[in-house]
């Protein structure tokens, strides 16, 4: 009898706790991926959800919703984050070029040598140009919180032969989005661009509708290409992955500033995770690509050097026919500059 009138009392003051803890949370924030729970981005979510709610002590609720329970694509989204419907949401340069098309900075190809100068950009003063921009141009109703990666590098593969300079890509049909910037670059390449939607990709692959694309090995191994016939990646790395999130800037400025404090340390956070997580995911899918078969080339300084030269049409094409181009491509280029003297310099300083 006593025994289970402890039980009992026990499982109330549980349950008094969860009521109060419940009502503890003065903001909720309800965040949203396109994806799935293998992807970056839910790593990226987790870490995010795990500090705020502890940094804030239970202040702050974050809520996810991983796939399309909220919104279907980058338009209908970033309209939810516009309106307030939702507080944080994570596209790529793609998903947010039909309202910011400057965000496609991130698709020009070879522009940021490795991870050390991608992430010395990406957590400096370029981010905050592109949140200012994108503030002004949502009448600072979306707001630019942090910029990292979903699925590591983008690579040319194909079904047909190794490449290993820009002739090799003579003529090869190579999937891209619908989208000009990409477009551009395989046209500029010598190959030919074919838009083909994603979940169409593989059978695209099987019957020759297209022969190569532009992705990460981890998408490539996560989507089974290989035993769709594509059996060469050139590690040619023309553009990182960027991963934009997005948050409700109504729904961030309402909250106290030890709040938002909060939160942009738990988007740094993030931030920090998603850089992380493709490094370790790409390590299995690499070896499984070439444990199937799959020829994996690196191409020479001197070859990457050519790409890049026969690219360098696109960077022209860019500044001249996207809005506000040249304006993000120069604050593109010159946190570049400078993330690679600090780099460099570290580089130097570890050597000795």
């Known amino acids: ?10 499982v109330a003051a549980l349950l008094a706790g969860s009521a109060i803890a419940a009502s503890a949370a003065d903001y909720t924030l309800r965040a949203t991926a396109n994806s799935n729970e293998n992807d970056e981005d839910y790593d990226g979510l987790v870490v995010f959800k795990n500090y705020v709610e502890a940094a804030s002590n239970g202040a702050i609720e974050v809520e996810l919703f991983i796939g399309t329970q909220l919104c279907g694509n980058g338009a209908e989204c970033l309209q939810g984050v516009a309106d307030g419907s939702i507080d944080v949401y994570i596209s790529t340069s793609g998903g947010a070029s039909g309202i ?31 949140r200012s ?76 509708v ?47 500033e030890d ?27 690499y070896e499984q690509f070439v444990a199937e078969g799959g020829d994996l080339y690196v191409p020479t300084p001197d070859e990457k050097a050519a790409f890049k030269e026969a690219a360098a049409p696109v960077y022209d094409w860019f500044k001249g026919n996207v809005g506000r181009g040249e304006e993000v491509f120069d604050a593109l ?11 460099n310099a570290a580089r130097a300083a570890d050597l000795n």
């Open 259 to 285: 709040m938002r404090r909060v939160v942009v340390d738990g988007f740094s956070a993030l931030q920090q995770a998603t850089f992380a997580s493709p490094k370790r995911k790409s390590i299995a899918a």
């Open 133 to 208: 921009m994108a503030l002004e141009d949502s009448g600072d109703s979306i707001r630019l919180m942090t910029i990292g990666n979903t699925g590591g590098w983008r690579n040319f593969a194909n079904t047909k032969r190794r490449v290993a300079a820009p002739a090799d890509m003579e003529g090869l049909k190579i999937r891209t989005v619908v989208a000009d910037l990409p477009q551009e670059l395989v046209k500029a390449l010598g190959a030919a661009p074919t838009p083909i939607p994603w979940p169409e990709l593989f059978t695209s692959f099987q019957t020759g």
């Open 333 to 343: 280029t010159s946190a570049v500059a400078e993330a690679e003297a600090e780099v």
């Open 100 to 130: 910011f098309p400057y965000v496609q900075v991130l698709d020009l190809p070879y522009l940021m040598a490795d991870d050390r100068i991608a992430e010395a950009v990406l957590t400096g003063d370029f981010t905050r140009k592109l």
């Open 210 to 256: 297209v022969e190569g694309s532009k992705n990460g090995i981890t998408d490539i191994m996560g989507m089974k290409f290989p035993d769709a016939g594509l059996k060469y990646v050139t590690l040619d790395g023309h553009a990182y992955m960027g991963a934009l999130w997005w948050m409700s800037n109504a729904r961030f400025m309402e909250m106290p």
């Open 1 to 10: 009898m006593l025994k289970n009138t402890l039980k009992s009392l026990t």
